[in-house]
């Protein structure tokens, strides 16, 4: 069928579609879609070439206008003068969350390269001056201590007198606590991880200010990228607000779980805080057992 006649065909079914009382169809396949359905070779010279230029002639052409009930943009039927079936859309793609943060959580690396890592990672903070004060008054930075691939990690909020004489985190009556606490969890300290928000000691042992802390977090985050605890357990209000980018106080941050790219954190008090306030330890017991069931662990 040439395409004048097709043509010709089309506009006559349209008609007594109209004439019917029909006065919308449904939205059909391509121009061209139709053209390679209804146009057939009869003729043994005919070649693909001339298939293809009548699909495209069809494509470019403008049909005759159709009754008053039907002007406009007609939907195209087929040879039976039936509308022809749509084609299905793709399904939209549904935009990300801009806050997900879709890097990989850390370096897959071998024991040796982990390691490697951090003993780079902690020479480099062995010669870091970002704070001016920090860094003019320490003994020595405190980098992190304890099992390079960890289950869980202890995340604390700055060093003391003892830790920066040492080189060490929580070596002081804190370090004592704690060391009691991660043994009745049924694990030891070389089990964990240690380590600390900030890594030099604030004069008089005072809280970090907000520009020390935020000197100070990229070495945390990349820390913790090199790690890639199951658990990280925050202790004290400094380092959970820091971790988990809070103003929210520790009370209101217990007893739940917080997701920080692939761990699970939890949040308690400071050891030193304990030393202070004797009724706080219960609280602390009852945080350190509900990680210890999310760890698998029976205490």
């Not at 006649?5 to 169809?25: D, M, N, V, W």
């Not at 070649?47 to 052409?61: C, D, K, L």
């Not at 690396?109 to 860094?135: F, H, K, P, W, Y």
């Not at 030099?200 to 020390?212: A, G, H, Y």
């Amino acid at each position: 069928m040439d395409l004048l006649k097709l043509q010709k065909t089309l506009g006559e079914r349209l008609e007594s579609l109209a004439a019917a009382g029909l006065t919308h169809l449904p939205l059909a396949r391509s121009r061209v879609e139709f053209a390679f359905e209804e146009v057939t070779v009869n003729d043994s010279a005919t070649n693909v070439s001339a298939v293809h230029e009548s699909a495209a002639q069809m494509q470019t052409s403008t049909l005759e206008p159709g009754p008053q009930s039907l002007a406009g943009s007609l939907p195209e039927v087929n040879a039976r003068g039936m509308p022809k079936r749509s084609v299905a859309k793709p399904m939209p793609t549904i935009a990300l969350n801009e806050e997900v943060d879709l890097r990989p959580y850390g370096p897959s690396c071998s024991d040796e390269e982990r390691l490697a890592l951090l003993n780079s990672m902690s020479q480099e903070v062995a010669g870091c001056t970002r704070c001016n004060i920090l860094s003019a008054c320490r003994k020595q930075t405190v980098f992190g201590v304890g099992n390079f691939r960890p289950r869980l990690v202890f995340f604390g909020e700055a060093p003391g007198a003892d830790e920066d004489r040492v080189g060490e985190p929580f070596v002081g009556a804190a370090g004592q606590l704690l060391d009691k606490i991660i043994g009745a969890c049924k694990m030891k300290r070389e089990d964990v991880y240690i380590m600390n928000t900030v890594k030099c000691r604030p004069p008089d042992n005072r809280n970090p200010t907000p520009s020390e802390m935020a000197n100070c977090w990229e070495y945390a985050e990349r820390q913790l990228e090199i790690l890639q605890p199951e658990f990280i357990c925050c202790l004290g209000r400094v380092a959970a607000q820091t971790l988990l980018k809070t103003e929210s106080p520790i009370g209101h941050l217990r007893g739940k779980f917080f997701k920080y790219r692939d761990s699970q954190v939890i949040v308690t008090y400071h050891p030193a805080y304990l030393l202070r306030t004797e009724s706080a330890k219960k609280l602390t017991w009852d945080d350190m057992r509900m990680l210890m069931a999310a760890m698998g662990i029976s205490v």
